[in-house]
């Protein structure tokens, strides 16, 4: 199987693994994390095959639908499809460290593809889809909008991280606001810059809508 045909299967594969999410973490999220991984990746060279794959399957075995902390279907697809040895474990190895995961863990990438991939997830939780984003979780997790009584969570552990009471609102100042400066490519930081200021206009304007007399 050459490589085209191993994309194309795998994101048949995505398709239907995703295909009742609803969280946020859908096929049309891993689709635009697909296209901009590519768009990054040309921009700073990286291997394409190794940035395709990893954006693709990179919420199959998503830390936060499961209580399991591996990658263990991830691996059986890409064997199934006799991904070769060494961009296995590199594919794998970004997969393992995208995630922010309330900031408790070592989430750095230790090769460009890993930093192309990881950028294109965070550029989608940022701007207006990420907002859109934000509201499809909360909702998801039956969070209210805001709650003004709730200030945002330091986090101590990974379960806090899923299961603290909490609300939509505060996932902004505990995650979203501080992904601009988490960028690891320059192509990737131009783009947040933008994405970043739409949202803090949208946090001034919530919070004038809020607190109307």
Not at 5 to 30: A, R
Not at 69 to 80: I, P
Not at 173 to 180: A, P
């Amino acid at each position: 199987m050459n490589k085209l045909d191993i994309i194309n299967k795998t994101k048949q594969f995505v398709k239907v693994e995703l295909s009742n999410e609803g969280s946020g973490h859908d096929w049309y999220h891993i689709e635009r994390v697909y296209n901009m991984s590519k768009y990054i990746a040309q921009k700073e060279n990286a291997d394409l095959f190794i940035v395709e794959m990893a954006a693709l399957l990179h919420d199959i075995d998503d830390w936060k639908f499961s209580d399991k902390q591996d990658t263990t279907k991830t691996e059986q697809f890409l064997k199934s499809v006799n991904v070769d040895k060494v961009e296995f474990k590199k594919i794998l190895s970004i997969i393992k460290r995208i995630s922010f995961k309330g900031g408790l863990v070592d989430s750095t990438q230790d090769s460009i593809e890993g930093m192309v991939v990881q950028d294109a997830d965070r550029l989608d939780a940022i701007g207006a889809i990420g907002i859109a984003r934000a509201f499809t979780y909360g909702g998801f997790k039956n969070r209210v909008i805001y709650n003004p009584d709730i200030n945002p969570i330091e986090f101590k552990t990974l379960k806090d991280v899923k299961h603290k009471n909490n609300h939509t609102i505060n996932h902004f100042y505990e995650k979203l606001l501080k992904l601009k400066d988490l960028m690891n490519t320059n192509t990737a930081k131009e783009i947040a810059v933008k994405r970043h200021k739409f949202m803090e206009k949208f946090l001034e304007e919530f919070y004038l809508e809020w607190d109307f007399k």
